[in-house]
């Protein structure tokens, strides 16, 4: 089964490449702020143990410095490393990408019940 990149516009999968995936991280704070980058409105209800389990990021979401390459086989992230790089401007030019699901913008007070649940 091939990884699916979970960042919006990112069509990557493991079997098309060498570049290394990355799970999402299980720490509850952690695993917040990525999604909150991926801007990914499908993933703000899932547990950080359900987007451990079947989600993952692509190297190219990260800055070269969080990630360090242990050997040409085995690449891995530094413990605090937070996915910065989207694509996300093409992403509204485009609705009928992969993604389907609309990328919306919590407001200030969404994100508070968000965070009350
Ligand atoms: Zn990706």
């Known amino acids: ?10 069509t990557r999968k493991s079997s098309q490449s060498d570049l290394a ?3 999402f991280p299980r720490d509850p704070a952690r695993c917040r702020k990525w999604v ?10 899932k547990t950080p143990d359900q987007l451990n ?3 993952r990021l692509c190297a190219k979401h990260f800055e070269t410095s969080m ?7 085995r ?12 694509d996300l401007t093409s992403h509204l030019n485009n ?13 200030g007070d969404e ?7």
């Open 53 to 55: 389990k079947h989600y």
């Open 36 to 45: 909150e980058n991926c801007r990914r409105a499908d993933l703000e209800d």
């Open 1 to 10: 089964m091939p990884n699916f990149c979970a960042a919006p516009n990112c």
């Open 95 to 107: 609705p009928h990408s992969r993604h389907r699901k609309q990328i919306k913008e919590l407001s």
């Open 67 to 73: 990630i360090c390459r242990t050997s040409p086989y």
């Open 75 to 86: 690449t891995v992230l530094r413990d605090n490393a937070i996915p910065t790089i989207f």
């Open 111 to 117: 994100i508070r019940t968000l965070k009350q649940k």
């Open 21 to 23: 995936f990355f799970r």
